[in-house]
């Protein structure tokens, strides 16, 4: 014999009916919670066409990405250990605004923000290095 799906419950007669009053906690949360946001494949792309051209420089080491509930976060490093040099944030609640896309330095300064992603990302085009 074969057992019902989950959330519902078998007659003494064989007929299948859903089960009243029992839910399960889980599938409740996560249907309440909205997918994360995430970064769409030619927004990855544009990124990591930077991030390449970074690390070919010696300039980049590591990446992560964040796909969080408001916004999505890839983040750069000289070293995995540290803090990451720039974040570049996709905040979708800011779209109607400044723009969702931002770059931010590590000590939390925006430094470029705006709808086009690719024109975002022309701020590492300069030379982003710390004076000696």
């Given at each position: 014999?074969t057992e019902?799906?989950e959330?519902?419950?078998?007659?003494?007669?064989?007929?299948?009916?859903?089960a009243?009053?029992v839910?399960?906690?889980?599938l409740?949360?996560?249907?309440?919670?909205?997918?994360?946001?995430?970064?769409h494949?030619l927004?990855?792309?544009?990124?990591?066409w930077?991030y390449?051209?970074?690390?070919?420089?010696?300039?980049?080491?590591?990446?992560?990405?964040?796909?969080?509930?408001?916004?999505?976060?890839?983040s750069?490093?000289?070293?995995?250990?540290?803090?990451?040099?720039?974040r570049?944030?996709?905040?979708?609640?800011?779209?109607?605004?400044q723009?969702?896309?931002?770059?931010?330095a590590?000590?939390?300064?925006?430094?470029?923000?705006g709808?086009?992603?690719k024109?975002?990302?022309?701020?590492?085009?300069?030379?982003?290095?710390?004076?000696?």
């Amino acid at each position: 014999m074969t057992e019902p799906p989950e959330g519902q419950r078998r007659e003494s007669d064989g007929q299948e009916r859903p089960a009243s009053g029992v839910v399960d906690l889980t599938l409740y949360r996560q249907s309440l919670d909205p997918l994360p946001v995430t970064f769409h494949r030619l927004e990855l792309d544009a990124i990591l066409w930077i991030y390449g051209r970074m690390v070919g420089e010696g300039e980049w080491r590591d990446y992560a990405i964040d796909h969080l509930k408001d916004k999505a976060v890839f983040s750069v490093f000289k070293r995995s250990g540290e803090y990451p040099l720039y974040r570049i944030e996709k905040d979708p609640k800011l779209a109607a605004k400044q723009g969702a896309f931002s770059v931010v330095a590590t000590d939390g300064r925006i430094l470029k923000r705006g709808h086009d992603l690719k024109q975002v990302l022309k701020v590492f085009d300069k030379a982003l290095k710390a004076l000696d």
